[in-house]
């Protein structure tokens, strides 16, 4: 798991054995660096949006509704944020269809590296 992935994960979800993802709840420096590597590129994307890239970055081909469990929303709801993420948005993941009615979340190369540049931004 990359390391700002694990550690926003963590903020996100109170993973209570990660006592560096609490004092980093508290590091204003900390979330503003991560939020100055999305805003960058991606000022349009909402905090929803960048919420649901992270999660999928954070796992092995997350489906939509592996997603929309992890954050608490409805599948349609992670949904429309993925898609400000695809191809016709961001460019940062692809929705593949399997063909029994799920969507596989996967980043795109240029998701693969958003996903480096936050590990190193915050490393």
Do not use: W
């Given at each position: 798991?990359?390391a700002c992935c694990k550690l926003l994960f963590c903020i996100l979800y109170g993973d209570k054995s990660q006592n560096q993802a609490r004092?980093?709840?508290?590091?204003?420096?900390?979330?503003?660096?991560?939020?100055?590597?999305?805003?960058?590129?991606?000022?349009?994307?909402?905090?929803?949006?960048?919420?649901?890239?992270?999660?999928?970055?954070?796992?092995?081909?997350?489906?939509?509704?592996?997603?929309?469990?992890?954050?608490?929303?409805?599948?349609?709801?992670?949904?429309?944020?993925?898609?400000?993420?695809?191809?016709?948005?961001?460019?940062?993941?692809?929705?593949?269809?399997?063909?029994?009615?799920?969507?596989?979340?996967?980043?795109?190369?240029?998701?693969?590296?958003?996903?480096?540049?936050?590990?190193?931004?915050?490393?």
């Amino acid at each position: 798991m990359a390391a700002c992935c694990k550690l926003l994960f963590c903020i996100l979800y109170g993973d209570k054995s990660q006592n560096q993802a609490r004092q980093a709840v508290g590091n204003k420096e900390f979330l503003q660096e991560l939020t100055n590597v999305f805003k960058r590129s991606y000022p349009g994307l909402t905090a929803e949006a960048i919420i649901c890239f992270m999660v999928a970055a954070n796992e092995k081909d997350p489906t939509v509704g592996d997603v929309a469990r992890v954050v608490g929303m409805t599948e349609p709801m992670v949904y429309q944020h993925l898609s400000t993420l695809t191809s016709a948005g961001a460019g940062l993941v692809g929705l593949v269809n399997t063909g029994d009615g799920r969507n596989i979340v996967q980043l795109t190369p240029e998701g693969e590296q958003l996903a480096a540049s936050l590990n190193q931004a915050v490393s």
